[in-house]
């Protein structure tokens, strides 16, 4: 057990839907990361929060959004959905801000668009 | 365009022998190198890492080799256990996105099964 949780699980959605992923981090973990991993594909960086101010942008959709909250949990949420947007959605989350080499991952999420 | 390569998708070892996974990067600029592993339904987990500055680093049974002029590196897992049966992901550092802060790359993994 990682320390990090993140709910729900699994989630089966229909396209043009929004859903949102939601990762409460170990404690005192001030650093979250959310990453997604296609089918067949690396876990692609989608955006980190440090102490609730956003640090890092990567190949992040404008029609997914996140933040992180006072209590330092973190949501991401995706809109209008579509069927690529299918699979596990990661987050982790580490003491310092300096990246995620010693962040701690949850089980994921995985997400269906159907 | 893809940065980080592991080419193969997986691998099968018999129980007691070497295990070796292989990384390719393109990226010059990546300076640290890491190894996650992730079992069914779990997330990655750091295995094992190396700076840029040292080719090799060693932590009990697995041993990760660095490559610079080639832009490769490896992961060496001896002996193998059928506990080692995960997927393998390599990953690299050095995407500096401002604020003091790194991200890393990962290539698509290879799935490692350790037959007893």
């Known amino acids: 057990d990682s320390g990090v949780t993140q709910t729900p699980k699994h989630l089966i959605t229909a396209t043009g839907q929004r859903v949102t992923l939601r990762c409460s981090p170990r404690?005192?973990?001030?650093?979250v990361y959310w990453y997604q991993q296609s089918l067949d594909q690396g876990l692609q960086f989608l955006i980190q929060?440090?102490?609730?101010?956003?640090?890092a942008k990567g190949n992040i959709l404008e029609r997914f959004s996140a933040q992180q909250f006072p209590d330092l949990h973190s949501e991401l949420n995706l809109s209008s959905l579509e069927l690529g947007d299918s699979a596990l959605y990661f987050c982790?989350?580490?003491?310092?801000?300096?990246?995620?080499?010693?962040?701690?991952f949850g089980q994921g999420t995985r997400l269906t668009v159907v | 365009d893809q940065q980080v390569k592991q080419n193969s998708p997986s691998l099968s070892v018999q129980e007691g022998r070497i295990s070796i996974l292989n990384c390719d990067y393109t990226?010059?600029?990546?300076?640290?190198f890491l190894w996650y592993k992730k079992y069914p339904a779990e997330g990655p987990t750091f295995l094992i890492s190396?700076?840029?500055?040292?080719d090799k680093n060693e932590d009990g049974r697995f041993t990760v080799f660095l490559n610079k002029s080639a832009k490769h590196l490896s992961l060496h897992i001896v002996p193998s256990q059928p506990g080692d049966s995960a997927v393998y992901f390599c990953?690299?550092?050095?995407?500096?996105?401002?604020?003091?802060?790194?991200?890393?790359?990962f290539g698509k993994g290879t799935k490692l099964s350790v037959i007893p």
């Open positions: 982790a989350s580490s003491v310092r801000d300096r990246g995620p080499a010693e962040a701690f």
């Open positions: 404690s005192g973990d001030l650093s």
């Open positions: 929060y440090y102490n609730g101010e956003e640090r």
């Open positions: 990226n010059s600029m990546f300076d640290y």
């Open positions: 190396i700076s840029s500055i040292k």
């Open positions: 990953a690299a550092r050095g995407t500096y996105s401002g604020a003091g802060s790194y991200q890393l790359t």
